[in-house]
């Protein structure tokens, strides 16, 4: 029995009974091409009425052969969420902790690519399970240093959360695990667990201290946003890092100071961040002072401003000030399919406002973590607004998802950046 039984004793147990579902031919083509997701309007039949969350779903084709298994989920407009297809397997513990085996291996490559020069005394914060993208949907692991944080998108998983729980403590080398929850998902108070609780071990009075490259952050890894820290965007801050020697930066909707902290390691003059949350700069401000040993962290002019980007930026060009190296990396503009015209107004109108902050030969970093919004729209929607508003881009380099926030269908995809430099002379007039 795993030493912290007690703690998820209250769980419901996995139910040794299996749903026969029979889908659309439609929803069984896309379960074969790998789609994580069926809804319960391609349910065409399933043999118990009263399935509960995180039963076992097996799927069987119009000659009642095995097809796939997935989870049911009686809540969700998603009513089967997918985790096998292929040949008939047993979905217990042993299966779990090798599916979570399996995701914390394929990281192993952002181990061996981020090798820094020896300076960082934290382990590293990477995601370990990327949810449908790593074969187990609506769940979320992330580590930070030696805590391993589990976030949970459905009630499918409370039934097996005992097991993902030792899969992750065997796979991640972690001695802590907490647990987080949706926004939609209720409190577990009926189980004896709520969100931020630590399961397994404990957990700093302050914040967990990890390393990203060479340098320091703090995660809150209890109350924080997501599950502490925004690790996706690790690809593009360890970039600026390389680009910003001796730049003035200005770095808008700046969170925690990821991109702060890294232009400064990188030889920033001079960084300017700007967020509409005071605590949230709080962080940044610590995040620095977590570096400040870095000859180049502590040489750089750091001020920070607590507005709205779009106000901030405006008021920062009218009154003159430019920058070398802006960095505009909003939160997500368009939660549905019809806020995608407002997401690229958006997107359009904070292009505008970076054109008229940075100088000659200054480099913009523009990003989008909209997933509605597709690369095509988001890249066009940059470069066009840049053209019409007299500024040449450059494009000088691209991304997406970095190798621990895999894409396996198309709906997992969300983030994109671009690098531009804005040539010399091509500006007829700047715009505020």
Same mark, same amino acid.
Request: charged residues 25%.
């Given at each position: 029995?795993?030493?912290?039984?007690?703690?998820?004793?209250?769980?419901?147990?996995?139910?040794?009974?299996?749903?026969?579902?029979?889908?659309?031919?439609?929803?069984?083509?896309?379960?074969?091409?790998?789609?994580?997701?069926?809804?319960?309007?391609?349910?065409?039949?399933?043999?118990?009425?009263?399935?509960?969350?995180?039963?076992?779903?097996?799927?069987?084709?119009?000659?009642?052969?095995?097809?796939?298994?997935?989870?049911?989920? !009686?809540?969700?407009?998603?009513?089967?969420?997918?985790?096998?297809?292929?040949?008939?397997?047993?979905?217990?513990?042993?299966?779990?902790?090798?599916?979570?085996?399996?995701?914390?291996?394929?990281?192993?490559?952002?181990?061996?690519?981020?090798?820094?020069?020896?300076?960082?005394?934290?382990?590293?914060?990477?995601?370990?399970?990327?949810?449908?993208?790593?074969?187990?949907?609506?769940?979320?692991?992330?580590?930070?240093?030696?805590?391993?944080?589990?976030?949970?998108?459905?009630?499918?998983?409370? !039934?097996?959360?005992?097991?993902?729980?030792?899969?992750?403590?065997?796979?991640?080398?972690?001695?802590?695990?907490?647990?987080?929850?949706?926004?939609?998902?209720?409190?577990?108070?009926?189980?004896?667990?709520?969100?931020?609780?630590?399961?397994?071990?404990?957990?700093?009075?302050?914040?967990?201290?990890?390393?990203?490259?060479?340098?320091?952050?703090?995660?809150?890894?209890?109350?924080?946003?997501?599950?502490?820290?925004?690790?996706?965007?690790?690809?593009?801050?360890?970039?600026?890092?390389?680009?910003?020697?001796?730049?003035?930066?200005?770095?808008?909707?700046?969170?925690?100071?990821?991109?702060?902290?890294?232009?400064?390691?990188?030889?920033?003059?001079?960084?300017?961040?700007?967020?509409?949350?005071?605590?949230?700069?709080?962080?940044?401000?610590?995040?620095?002072?977590?570096?400040?040993?870095? !000859?180049?962290?502590?040489?750089?002019?750091?001020?920070?401003?607590?507005?709205?980007?779009?106000?901030?930026?405006?008021?920062?060009?009218?009154?003159?000030?430019?920058?070398?190296?802006?960095?505009?990396?909003?939160?997500?503009?368009?939660?549905?399919?019809?806020?995608?015209?407002?997401?690229?107004?958006?997107?359009?109108?904070?292009?505008?406002?970076?054109?008229?902050?940075?100088?000659?030969?200054?480099?913009?970093?523009?990003?989008?973590?909209?997933?509605?919004?597709?690369?095509?729209?988001?890249?066009?929607?940059?470069?066009?607004?840049?053209?019409?508003?007299?500024?040449?881009?450059?494009?000088?380099?691209?991304?997406?998802?970095?190798?621990?926030?895999?894409?396996?269908?198309?709906?997992?995809?969300?983030?994109?950046?671009?690098?531009?430099?804005?040539?010399?002379?091509?500006?007829?007039?700047?715009?505020?």
């Amino acid at each position: 029995m795993s030493a912290h039984s007690s703690l998820l004793a209250g769980l419901p147990a996995p139910s040794d009974r299996r749903l026969a579902i029979k889908v659309t031919p439609d929803a069984l083509r896309r379960i074969r091409g790998r789609h994580p997701w069926v809804y319960d309007r391609s349910i065409e039949s399933v043999n118990h009425d009263d399935g509960a969350p995180g039963d076992i779903g097996i799927v069987f084709d119009r000659n009642r052969k095995f097809a796939a298994i997935g989870l049911w989920d !009686p809540n969700s407009p998603i009513r089967l969420r997918m985790i096998h297809v292929g040949d008939p397997v047993s979905i217990d513990a042993p299966w779990f902790a090798q599916r979570i085996a399996e995701s914390v291996q394929r990281r192993q490559v952002l181990f061996d690519r981020h090798v820094g020069s020896g300076r960082a005394v934290h382990g590293p914060g990477y995601r370990a399970v990327n949810g449908e993208n790593d074969g187990l949907p609506a769940l979320v692991v992330d580590v930070y240093d030696h805590v391993a944080v589990i976030k949970l998108y459905s009630e499918i998983w409370y !039934p097996h959360l005992p097991a993902v729980v030792d899969g992750v403590l065997a796979a991640t080398a972690t001695d802590t695990v907490v647990l987080r929850l949706a926004r939609n998902l209720e409190p577990l108070e009926s189980y004896g667990l709520d969100d931020g609780d630590v399961i397994v071990g404990e957990v700093p009075d302050g914040p967990v201290l990890f390393s990203e490259g060479d340098l320091t952050f703090e995660a809150d890894v209890q109350r924080g946003q997501k599950t502490g820290h925004f690790l996706d965007q690790r690809l593009n801050r360890l970039a600026v890092g390389k680009i910003a020697g001796g730049k003035r930066v200005l770095d808008v909707f700046a969170s925690t100071g990821g991109f702060t902290v890294h232009a400064a390691a990188g030889g920033a003059s001079a960084v300017h961040a700007v967020d509409a949350s005071e605590p949230t700069l709080d962080v940044a401000r610590r995040n620095l002072d977590h570096n400040a040993d870095v !000859p180049a962290v502590a040489a750089c002019s750091v001020t920070t401003q607590v507005a709205d980007a779009f106000d901030a930026m405006g008021a920062l060009a009218r009154s003159g000030r430019r920058f070398d190296l802006v960095i505009v990396d909003p939160p997500s503009f368009a939660q549905k399919a019809a806020t995608v015209g407002r997401a690229r107004a958006a997107y359009a109108k904070l292009t505008k406002l970076a054109i008229g902050l940075i100088e000659d030969g200054g480099i913009l970093v523009q990003a989008s973590c909209s997933s509605r919004v597709t690369p095509t729209e988001f890249f066009d929607t940059v470069t066009e607004t840049a053209a019409e508003h007299g500024a040449t881009f450059t494009e000088l380099r691209r991304t997406d998802h970095d190798i621990d926030h895999p894409v396996t269908y198309d709906e997992g995809e969300y983030l994109k950046a671009g690098f531009w430099r804005v040539e010399p002379g091509s500006r007829r007039r700047r715009d505020h």
